[in-house]
């Protein structure tokens, strides 16, 4: 059974770090491009950020550039968002996902594109 299962959300302080997890379960992440999203109240859902290694490309929001780092654990099969100098307008919840097809790549113009593995999401706060 295919599954994604984010963890690491909280309640974090203006300019605080948090690292999310995403544990893959029924399928090898390595091989795929993964990706983070998220969704504010009230809002669509954003993609963060997309890497893939079968082109070395990793893509990240404007948003989220230089604060966020996406990166992924072959032997632990579990994808990390790395966020740090967070802002109250990072609240969301964060979802990971993957695109199932072998060797895929993500799309610089939407993420989302071919992402068919979805985690439920774990849920950012960002207030003092």
């Known amino acids: 059974q295919v599954q994604l299962v984010e963890s690491g959300g909280g309640l974090v302080q203006p300019g605080g770090s948090l690292r999310l997890s995403c544990v893959a379960s029924?399928?090898?992440?390595?091989?795929?491009?993964i990706g983070w999203f998220r969704q504010a109240p009230g809002k669509e859902r954003e993609g963060v950020s997309c890497?893939?290694?079968?082109?070395?490309?990793?893509y990240y929001a404007d948003s989220v550039k230089g604060r966020f780092t996406i990166s992924r654990d072959g032997p632990k099969n579990t994808a990390y968002l790395q966020m740090s100098d967070l802002k109250p307008e990072d609240t969301a919840v964060y979802y990971c996902?993957?695109?199932?097809?072998?060797?895929?790549?993500?799309?610089?113009?939407?993420?989302?594109?071919?992402?068919?593995?979805w985690g439920k999401g774990t849920l950012v706060t960002v207030s003092s």
């Open positions: 029924g399928f090898t992440l390595e091989f795929y491009a």
């Open positions: 890497t893939s290694r079968s082109d070395g490309i990793t």
């Open positions: 996902a993957a695109d199932p097809t072998f060797g895929s790549t993500c799309s610089a113009f939407d993420f989302s594109d071919g992402m068919d593995y």
